[in-house]
């Protein structure tokens, strides 16, 4: 995912009235500041290795069994039996600890 003016000036300045046409800010806003450009670029960059920082999670979700099949591994294998298949997702797909 790729973030944008956009998406950075709503983060920084909720409800802002804004507009962009062929990348051009126009401020329609007259209760919040307008953002600097600086600050634009820095909301972008944070909003991007936020998301970048949680790709683990999103590989987990995608690799974890359905509900259903964990339901069905706990009846057939026990807690125990499940644990280990979670457990196993979460060593392919390890939280990174700065």
Do not use: C
């Not at 949680?54 to 974890?64: I, L, P």
């Amino acid at each position: 995912m790729m973030f944008d003016a956009f998406t950075a000036i709503l983060n920084l300045r909720p409800n802002a009235k804004f507009s962009i046409t062929d990348g051009l800010v126009e401020w329609l806003d007259t209760e919040q500041t307008q953002p600097t450009e600086a600050e634009i670029t820095a909301e972008i960059s944070r909003l991007q290795a936020e998301y970048d920082s949680k790709q683990y999670a999103r590989d987990r979700a995608e690799a974890y069994p359905s509900i259903a099949d964990q339901l069905d591994d706990i009846y057939h294998n026990g807690v125990d039996g499940w644990k280990a298949t979670i457990k196993a997702v979460k060593d392919t797909y390890p939280k990174e600890t700065i």
